[in-house]
């Protein structure tokens, strides 16, 4: 790993975002779940049973695909900073 702190960082955002138990605006879900995953290089299909939402977690990867795994993380954790911790 390049950057641990960067990766510490990320999973702990991460691990807010799994342990948040209010709803977020679904454009904030689909720009975190992009994020994640170019984070972790997984660009495989969404997994979803409904079809809309495979368009649009697929249209949210489209939109983030010219980022590097590191500027996710980082844009990543500050999503979760600016609309997500400010929101507690």
Known sequence: MKN???HK????AV???NN???LLPADLLLKLYAYYKIAHNNYS???SKTPL???F???ALIQAQDVSPEVAMRT???LVENHVRNLT
């Open 9 to 12: 960082e990320f999973e702990e």
């Open 4 to 6: 641990k702190k960067l």
């Open 45 to 47: 299909n969404p997994g």
């Open 20 to 22: 948040y138990n209010r």
């Open 57 to 59: 977690k697929a249209n």
């Open 53 to 55: 939402i495979n368009a």
């Open 15 to 17: 691990a807010y975002i």
């Open 76 to 78: 990543y954790i500050e």
